[in-house]
């Protein structure tokens, strides 16, 4: 949609969307918005498949990295990429991936990341700590839980509302086992990451597909509904 198309349809919507609050935050913040509707082919997971590290998770709502770099770059255009104290923190508010918080480091830049969804709190605080990860223990830690998790306990339900019809019982079992022998190892960035690589395969063995926030069933042909 060209920037013309764009303006068109902001000033076409009927009254009942224009009348509410999010309507009224962007008259609010109008002066200091500025347009860039060319970022936006830095929306969605495929622009991440060709950066290291982001590309570890896939996370259907996140962005390319490029997209908060240009941003930085544009409103920071003198610090960017200098280290400081009397930098201006980043805050992201919906930090879903952490993809903010990597860039901020990456700019050298002091960051922070929130979010209602547990598991974003977890992937996010996750990825920001990867550099203090020893990839030898990371390895470690796999290779024995993997060694180990048929001896230990599973479920065969999982206690949230949707893993009845999630999950199959031997895949709710061998998840459950698989993360009851991680939590043997010590706790850390190291731990964290394996647990990642863990969680990150979880819809490859589910019937449920992330939809925002969200989930729909698979169909057994593969479709979701």
């Known amino acids: 949609m060209s920037d013309e198309a764009w303006r068109e349809y902001r000033q076409a919507l009927p009254s009942t969307v224009a009348d509410t609050e999010r309507a009224r935050l962007l008259q609010e913040y109008e002066p200091v918005t500025k347009e860039r509707l ?3 082919r830095y929306a969605g997971a495929l622009p991440r498949a060709e950066e290291p590290v982001y590309r ?5 709502e996140a962005y390319s990295p490029r997209l908060v770099r240009d941003v930085l ?7 960017s990429g200098r280290q400081g104290r009397d ?3 980043v805050y992201d508010p919906m930090v879903g991936s952490g993809t903010s918080l990597l860039v901020a480091a990456e700019r050298g830049f002091h960051a922070l990341g929130a979010d209602l969804m547990p598991y974003a709190i977890f992937l996010s605080s996750a990825m920001a700590r990867w550099r203090q990860a020893d990839p030898a223990i990371v ?8 060694s180990r998790y048929t001896s230990m306990p599973g479920r065969a339900r999982l206690d949230v509302p949707a893993a009845e019809w999630a999950f199959s019982p031997a895949a709710a079992r061998t998840l459950t086992r698989v993360l009851n022998a991680l939590d043997l ?3 850390g960035p190291d731990r964290d990451l394996v647990r990642l690589a863990v969680l990150s ?3 490859q063995v589910s019937y449920s597909v992330k939809d925002g926030t969200s989930l729909r069933r698979r169909l057994p042909g593969g479709v979701a509904r």
């Not at 390895?139 to 993997?146: K, Q, T, V, Y």
Request: proline residues 9%; charged residues 30%; hydrophobic residues 45%.
């Open 38 to 40: 060319d970022l936006g």
């Open 56 to 60: 570890w998770v896939r996370y259907k």
């Open 73 to 79: 770059d544009e409103l920071l255009p003198k610090l």
């Open 87 to 89: 930098h201006p923190l």
């Open 139 to 146: 390895r470690h830690i796999a290779s024995d839980a993997l």
């Open 185 to 187: 190892a010590p706790a």
């Open 201 to 203: 395969a979880v819809e």
